[in-house]
T-cell receptor, first 112, second 115 residues
Framework: GENVGLHLPTLSVQEGDNSIINCAYS??????FIWYKQESGKGPQFIIDIRSNMDKRQGQRVTVLLNKTVKHLSLQIAATQPGDSAVYFC???????????FGKGTKLSVKP | KAGVTQTPRYLIKTRGQQVTLSCSPI?????VSWYQQTPGQGLQFLFE???????NKGNFPGRFSGRQFSNSRSEMNVSTLELGDSALYLC??????????????FGNGTRLTVT
């Protein structure tokens, strides 16, 4: 069935470096993907989304890349800051608006 | 614009009791969804409400129920609590324009501990 998973459970980067968080999905019919950031003690915070008719979308210091050929999604964070330390989830709808399937998450740690 | 508000922030209950959690969505958002988050299972979808009707339901037992009011505010109820119900319960709202997906915006959750 549909599955959204992450390649790496943890990622440690130096402050100022770029971070790349990866996500694989199995449903080739998926047409919408979302990245969330969850800080300790808080709910997931929407970062950026991308629809399947796009390969790339940029936000403030973040870029999401979608490779439909290999069913792979990545989140790139430029000039990573300590405030970026969090767990990052990719998610896709499971057929309806409010029903998202989340990956297991990648914990990003930023070393000062 | 205020974000999604969930109350209470923390709850401690004993096995067999029931609990009601409350969620106020972002103003103008008509869809409200509930999720359970645990270290072992991650984020799992419970149910979604739209215009006071349950539109979708996840794979949880009937002890988990919810409702939505005419002002889009929502509550979820868990009856006959079990130890395994200890989790962070998250509410999310979305604009739901109808045709295309719109992102969910989450509250900070209610941390439920069952002893």
């Amino acid at each position: 069935g549909e599955n959204v998973g992450l390649h790496l459970p943890t990622l440690s980067v130096q402050e100022g470096d770029n971070s790349i968080i990866n996500c694989a999905y199995s449903n080739s019919a998926s047409d919408y993907f979302i990245w969330y950031k969850q800080e300790s003690g808080k709910g997931p915070q929407f970062i950026i989304d991308i629809r399947s008719n796009m390969d790339k979308r940029q936000g403030q210091r973040v870029t999401v890349l979608l490779n439909k050929t290999v069913k792979h999604l990545s989140l790139q964070i430029a000039a990573t800051q300590p405030g970026d330390s969090a767990v990052y989830f990719c998610a896709e709808p499971a057929g309806s608006q409010g029903n998202l399937i989340f990956g297991k998450g990648t914990k990003l740690s930023v070393k000062p | 614009k205020a974000g999604v508000t969930q109350t209470p922030r923390y709850l401690i209950k004993t096995r067999g009791q029931q609990v009601t959690l409350s969620c106020s969505p972002i103003s103008g958002h008509r869809s409200v969804s509930w999720y359970q988050q645990t270290p072992g299972q991650g984020l799992q979808f419970l149910f979604e409400y739209f215009s006071e009707t349950q539109r979708n339901k996840g794979n949880f037992p009937g002890r988990f129920s919810g409702r939505q009011f005419s002002n889009s505010r929502s509550e979820m109820n868990v009856s006959t609590l079990e130890l395994g119900d200890s989790a962070l319960y998250l509410c999310a709202s979305s604009l739901d324009g109808g045709v295309e997906y719109s992102p969910l915006h989450f509250g900070n959750g209610t941390r439920l501990t069952v002893t």
